[in-house]
């Protein structure tokens, strides 16, 4: 876990990992980067392969985007992360970023997850939107089965008959998968509540429930975002649910 230690919990950082759901240009990825860095969040996010439900929609810039995420992250101090859903994207973020993501969409990618765990790569392995805690489990053991272990889970909502949120947050999942694997457990409050509103309380109910810490969507202008505006923070909500954290994280630390 030493290639993960910029990921232990410090109620300083009560959010790890931040960013916009999609690496747009180069200006809207540094000036992200400028921000984030200057409140100490460790890691940057920014998806360059896109999986949408609408393939119309915009996937990504690819390669080109993950350069770019690169250097903004780089360039201020911080790590970066994009999500890889085959191989082939994978051995192209391979010499670039500190972390590859495994979306929801891909968890029960096996082969996908067998060339993570030989790569070495650190991993965010989200849980599949349809998967049991067991089978997300079950995933993560493909990826340290071939040695790698820095493995961060990632609770980002199931589905569920609900509809007023886009997914529903599993806070049970929390604790569970805390019981049942050794591995840090983070939550996406962003991906669940679908709308930038809920991202705050979902955000604090995680922290209450024992998240490792949290993978928070931000983007400099969330009307214009190519990608999940709706539940974008824009930069002075998320300054306001980072001090909210700091402040909630400090109590929680003294209620042990
Ligand atoms: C994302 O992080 O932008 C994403 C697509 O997440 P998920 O796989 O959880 O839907
Ligand atoms: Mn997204």
Redesign the pocket.
Known sequence: MTQLSFLQFSPKNPIHIAGP?SVESPEQIRETAAFLSGLGVPVL?G?TF??RTFSSSFRGLGEEGILMLASAAHDHGMACVT?VMNEEQLALALPHVDIV?V????MFNYPLLTAIGKSGIPVIL?RG?GATIDEWLAASEYIATEGNSSILLCE?GIRSFETSTRFTLDVAAIPIARQRSALPVLV?PS?AAGESALVSPLARAAMAAGAAGL?V?VHPDPVLAL??GKQSLDFASFERLHDDLVRLCTTLRGIG
């Open positions: 759901c996010r998806g896109k999986p999500e993501q979306g929801a969409r891909s989200k939107m980002r996406d991906h993978m969507e990608s999940d």
